[in-house]
């Protein structure tokens, strides 16, 4: 309960008072796949920053184009495994899109996370997030590659995916930095 208190303050304060700070953002098609690399700081630490990246289940609190995800049993090989179910529109272009995969980690470090065509809606879908401290914060250098099964118009292209990216970004590193916080002061 303490918990969600916390969450619920720090939610409502201005996001004047997050520091979180997209750096930069490149998306480019290469060969019918999206690339996508970020670069974002954050005001907290290491250890809860990572704690939100590793559970799934928080998506949903931190980005509107995540409208389901969940942590699921881990696989034969003892892997954690993920769900996510993905819906948004672009200009008229409205998608929804489901993502099965593993996810290999190392604490503090990195987190991949690769999607299983024979069960999600992309050929590839693989992304990894890499974590490293820098002053009073933490930077997250993010790499998505993916090529979706589905049909993306081309006027859509990846100008506006990465517009898109920017103002949906945003928002969700700042939900992203008020949860990490939340997570520390309950430690």
Not at 53 to 66: E, N, P, R, V, W
Not at 105 to 124: K, W, Y
Request: glycine fraction near 6%.
């Amino acid at each position: 309960m303490k918990f969600a208190r916390a969450l619920v303050a720090l939610l409502c304060l201005p996001a004047a008072s997050y520091a979180a700070e997209l750096r930069d953002i490149t998306v480019e098609k290469v060969d019918g796949r999206y690339v996508l690399n970020s670069e974002v700081w954050f005001g907290v630490g290491i250890d809860a920053l990572f704690a939100v990246f590793l559970d799934y289940d928080l998506s949903t609190q931190f980005s509107s184009a995540i409208v389901e995800a969940r942590d699921i049993e881990p696989d034969a090989q003892g892997r954690p495994r993920f769900y996510i179910r993905n819906r948004g529109c672009v200009l008229f272009f409205c998608f929804s899109a489901e993502r099965n995969g593993y996810v290999l980690h190392e604490p503090n470090v990195v987190i991949e996370a690769f999607a299983d065509p024979e069960t999600s809606d992309f050929h590839l879908s693989e992304e990894s997030w890499r974590f490293r401290e820098d002053g009073d914060g933490t930077i997250v250098d993010y790499h998505l590659e993916m090529k979706p099964k589905m049909w993306i118009p081309p006027v859509i292209g990846t100008y506006v995916i990465k517009r898109r990216l920017r103002e949906g970004g945003g928002y969700a590193i700042q939900r992203i930095e008020a949860i990490a916080r939340a997570m520390e002061q309950r430690r």
